[in-house]
């Protein structure tokens, strides 16, 4: 479905939504949008007459119920359509704070026949009424997701529209070139060439060049987007879990001298010298006949291939030698660079030993919480030096949806070089390149399906 048809069908009614985490602040916004918003507000509110208030106006009054008592006190912002976040009549009502208060004020509204808004919601209308693109609007949850300054600064940078920016400048290229390719099939006969092969053949290049690049920095978009991945693995009993909640400084897994005792893998997210890390506490390694605990340890696998850094756990008493030994059970590669060595119960070795082992890897006690300001220094230059590439100004890719349509765009672009050198007739060409525009297309929403939107929305809050 096109965005020109989904837009058509988008249906116009009034919602609302508390837009505003729950639990005691002081004060809650409950936004509303729609054709009737300003009307139904209106209606449950004393004050000013707002139904002919001029847009971008503040008003002072107070919120009833249907029998006309006071609900709360507040002040209402109008927002007459289009200069509005959706694009549509807005108002936002900030009341007092208090899970009490504002689903009171909302209930209120919603007996008037105003809808409850879904998640997402309201971004999916802005985007629906093109007040942002699909892009634009994933940032605005990213934005929400942030959870370092980075994600921050990539998904503010998303939001202004760099990466529509990125995609639409290649896009219009390739518009431009599909149309004249198109064009020139009027004119076979007089053999007019409107794009030259060598043209062609540079903007093939060119834009796969380009596109390639931001692909590339996808690998540290995503790190800075969702955090580094840190794999917690060893054999049972090393204390992998004891490090997790030392690292969190709760009790967040389960800790015990029995081995085996972590069967499902724990996942943590926390800002760690300002670089957000997501530590994956796993099931330790070792040849066992326990149907449940082989499962778990098939899981640890999969979960250290995936990780971008794998802290591989040896018990200090073990020496040296122990190390050799967990990188064959969690089936690792030798000169696999994403490997931290840890030592960990220092505090049972002799003093020479830790000297001794800190020439293999990192020495630390989960127990005393020795080494842990090592360990953390080395897992945030770790994470610095892995999203290093994205400092270079260009676009940062940080989304796997905007990664797979630009691999599907280079993908389309290639086969449209490859019908180039063949000399298929412009007729195939043009359809190669609509191919990539398609594909490009995708990521601002330029072409889209309701199962893309309702993925994409869904991960956003009400109210949003
Ligand atoms: N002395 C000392 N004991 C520790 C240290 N870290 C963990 N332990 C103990 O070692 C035992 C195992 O700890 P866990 O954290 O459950 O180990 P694990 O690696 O998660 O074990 P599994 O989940 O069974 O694979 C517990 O009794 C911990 O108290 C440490 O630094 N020093
Ligand atoms: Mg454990």
Not at 59 to 82: N, Q, W, Y
Not at 173 to 198: P, R
Request: with cysteine; charged share 30%.
């Amino acid at each position: 479905m096109t965005q020109q048809q989904t837009r058509a069908t988008a249906g116009q009614d009034t919602i609302a939504a508390i837009a505003t985490p729950p639990g005691t602040s002081g004060i809650a916004v409950i936004r509303v949008s729609g054709d009737d918003a300003i009307d139904r507000v209106a209606a449950r509110f004393r004050g000013a007459d707002i139904r002919e208030a001029a847009t971008h106006t503040l008003h002072h009054g107070r919120i009833c119920d249907t029998r006309g008592r006071i609900l709360d006190e507040v002040l209402v912002s109008v927002f007459r359509e289009p200069r509005s976040y959706t694009g549509e009549n807005s108002v936002e009502i900030s009341c007092h704070g208090g899970a009490v208060v504002s689903r009171r004020v909302l209930s209120s509204l919603l007996e008037t026949g105003v809808r409850h808004a879904e998640p997402g919601e309201f971004t999916r209308r802005a985007f629906l009424n093109g007040k942002m693109d699909l892009a634009q609007a994933e940032a605005v949850a990213d934005l929400i997701h942030a959870q370092s300054e980075e994600a921050h600064q990539a998904s503010v940078r998303q939001l202004e529209g760099a990466l529509s920016r990125f995609v639409g400048g290649i896009r219009d290229e390739l518009l431009h070139a599909a149309g004249m390719l198109e064009l020139s099939l009027d004119f076979v006969e007089d053999d007019v060439e409107l794009l030259d092969d060598g043209q062609l053949n540079t903007l093939f290049d060119e834009s796969i060049r380009r596109i390639q690049t931001a692909l590339d920095s996808f690998g540290s978009g995503r790190i800075i987007r969702d955090g580094m991945r840190v794999a917690l693995a060893g054999p049972p009993n090393v204390g992998k879990s004891s490090l997790l909640n030392t690292l969190l400084g709760t009790r967040r897994a389960i800790v015990t001298e029995v081995p085996g005792t972590t069967r499902d893998y724990i996942e943590e997210g926390m800002l760690l010298n300002g670089e957000y890390m997501r530590f994956i506490d796993t099931a330790g390694m070792r040849s066992t006949d326990d149907r449940i605990e082989n499962e778990g340890i098939a899981i640890s696998r999969d979960m250290l291939r995936d990780a971008d850094i794998v802290c591989l756990i040896a018990d200090a008493r073990e020496g040296a030698r122990a190390a050799v030994s967990v990188r064959d059970l969690a089936l690792l590669e030798e000169e696999d660079a994403r490997v931290q060595l840890l030592f960990n119960k220092a505090d049972l070795v002799a003093a020479d030993t830790a000297t001794e082992l800190a020439e293999h890897g990192l020495v630390i006690s989960a127990r005393t919480g020795d080494g842990m300001d090592r360990l953390t220094a080395r897992l945030a230059e770790l994470a610095r030096a892995a999203r290093q590439t994205s400092e270079q100004g260009s676009v940062l890719v940080t989304n796997a949806r905007h990664a797979d349509c630009l691999q599907r765009g280079i993908d389309a672009l290639r086969d449209a070089q490859r019908a180039r050198r063949d000399r298929m007739t412009e007729e195939f060409l043009a359809y190669e390149v609509r191919r990539a525009i398609d594909a490009l297309g995708e990521i601002i929403g330029a072409v889209s399906s309701e199962d893309v939107l309702n993925s994409i929305f869904a991960r956003f809050c009400i109210g949003k």
